[in-house]
Nanobody, 121 residues
């Protein structure tokens, strides 16, 4: 199976920066895309940023210009650089990938366990 493990985050002051990392493990045949979603307190999970195998990126309007998603294919790792943080960025951040596991016929979605990011004013 494919597993995703996030690291980073924690308590950050408003206006500050932090970086999240997510490493995929398992027998991965092909990663089509990796990215990040978040779930603020009392709200639904929402897309933050994604990056495809062709390095095409997509961002939520609320984070454009402040967050940067990148990847390291050799490490099967995706990163989220978060700058100019605001209290409304406070959420549990979840790593996501759409990938084909070795020995399978089609790609599917995989999710990390989530990591808390809290932005204080």
């Amino acid at each position: 199976q494919v597993q995703l493990v996030e690291s980073g985050g924690g308590l950050v002051q408003a206006g500050g920066s932090t970086r999240l990392s997510c490493a995929a493990s398992g027998y991965i045949f092909k990663i089509n895309a990796m990215g990040w979603y978040r779930q603020p307190p009392g709200k639904q999970r929402e897309l933050v940023a994604t990056i495809t195998s062709g390095e095409t990126t997509k961002y939520a309007d609320s984070v454009k210009g402040r967050f940067t998603v990148s990847r390291d294919n050799a490490k099967n790792t995706v990163y989220l650089q978060m700058s100019s943080l605001k209290p409304e960025d406070t959420a549990v951040y979840y790593c996501h990938t759409n990938a084909r596991e070795g020995g399978t016929l089609v790609a599917r979605d995989y999710w990390g366990q989530g990591t808390q990011v809290t932005v204080s004013s």
